[in-house]
């Protein structure tokens, strides 16, 4: 488990400097990460079938399908920040491997 906290952290195997004492210092805790990773997570869900559900709503449930299922989208993606933190998610979502696909879901938001 700390070999996982430690590579979803950024500090697989490198000594800790001066900056990452700071960063540490003003970092959120395990705990925390975790607890805002499931809110996120379970908040995106909700969304997303509510948007699904919505659907079937004569005129105007196109459009809260579209704003809901959104919103559930965003707080899922969201969610993985809180396990590995903004920069890493972004770095990782903008990777030569990952690019087109991420480009084709933002496209798609």
Do not use: H
Not at 1 to 18: C, F, I, N, T
Not at 88 to 107: C, D, G, N, S
């Amino acid at each position: 488990m700390d070999k996982l906290k430690r590579v979803l952290s950024g500090r697989d195997a490198e000594e800790p400097s001066g900056l990452a004492e700071v960063i540490d210092a003003t970092s959120l805790s395990w705990g925390t990460r975790m607890k805002g990773f499931i809110a996120c997570f379970v908040i995106g869900c909700l969304c997303s079938i509510l948007g699904s559900c919505l659907l079937w709503i004569p005129k105007k449930g196109l459009i809260l399908f579209a704003v809901f299922y959104t919103l559930g989208n965003i707080a899922s993606i969201g969610s993985t920040m809180f396990l590995m933190g903004p920069m890493k998610q972004l770095k990782r979502m903008f990777e030569p491997t990952r690019l087109i696909a991420t480009i084709v879901m933002l496209v798609s938001i």
